[in-house]
């Protein structure tokens, strides 16, 4: 899925960038680009590098990454304000 708009910018790209180690969201941020045009899309990648992070502490071992895509619509929606993506 498509979290930065701008810079097209996937959430697996931001879950890549946590498993790869950086160490915060402003080292993801400026790793991969989003964030640096309208701004729009922080929160959203914000709660991917979360999500990331809990999946990753929860199963040390494993890749982390959530077989559905790090990050659902509807916590994409929320992150945006948009609670319309909940059913
Ligand atoms: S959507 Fe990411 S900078 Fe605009």
Known sequence: MIVCHCNHVTDRDVARL???GAPDADS???????????GGCKPLVRL??????????????EE????QGSISRCEAGRASDDESTCA
């Open 64 to 67: 982390g990454l959530d077989p």
């Open 48 to 61: 991917i590098i979360e999500k990331e992070r809990r999946l990753r502490a929860a199963s040390p071992d």
């Open 28 to 38: 993801v941020l400026a790793a991969c680009g989003a964030g640096n045009a309208c």
């Open 18 to 20: 946590v498993r790869a």
